[in-house]
Nanobody, 127 residues
Framework: QVQLVESGGGSVQAGDSLRLSCAAS????????MGWFRRAPGKEREFVAA????????LYADSVKGRFTVSRDNAKNTVYLQMTSLKPEDTGVYYC????????????????????WGQGTQVTVSA
C-alpha cells in the first residue's frame, strides 16, 4: 500500500529554520500533486503548501507565504518543505499528502481531495 513518511521535525527557537521531507513509496509519484498540512494543538488541520506534479506550480497559505518553500524531487519520490523565520504559531504536527491529479499544473488546498496521508512529524517553535 501507499506510504508517505515525513521526517525532519523537531524543536527550534523562533527565527530558526527546518526542512521537512516526505518520502513516498508504492505510487507513481509524478502522477500526484503533493501537499503539506499542519494541525496546531486544539485546532483543525489546515493547509500549508502544495506543489503540482511537475513542480512548476506552487500554492501557499497566506500565513507562510514568503517564509516556507515547497519543492519536490520526482527522481527521489520526495517532497520537501523548507521553513524559515519560524514562529511559535507554526507549532504543530505537519503532514504530507498526495493528490492524484490528471492535470499536471493543478494544485489544491482542500484536505478532502487528497488521497493519501502520512503519519505526521512534530514541529515545535519556542519564543
Amino acid at each position: 500500500q501507499v506510504q508517505l513518511v515525513e521526517s525532519g521535525g523537531g524543536s527550534v527557537q523562533a527565527g530558526d529554520s527546518l526542512r521537512l521531507s516526505c518520502a513516498a513509496s508504492r505510487l507513481t509519484f509524478s502522477n500526484y500533486a503533493m501537499g503539506w498540512f499542519r494541525r496546531a494543538p486544539g485546532k483543525e488541520r489546515e493547509f500549508v503548501a502544495a506543489i503540482s506534479r511537475s513542480g512548476g506550480v506552487t500554492l501557499y497559505a497566506d500565513s507562510v507565504k514568503g517564509r516556507f518553500t515547497v519543492s519536490r524531487d520526482n527522481a527521489k519520490n520526495t517532497v520537501y518543505l523548507q521553513m524559515t523565520s519560524l514562529k511559535p504559531e507554526d507549532t504543530g504536527v505537519y503532514y504530507c499528502a498526495a493528490d492524484r491529479e490528471l492535470a499536471p499544473s493543478r494544485v489544491v488546498p482542500t484536505t478532502q481531495l487528497y488521497n493519501y496521508w502520512g503519519q505526521g512529524t512534530q514541529v515545535t517553535v519556542s519564543a
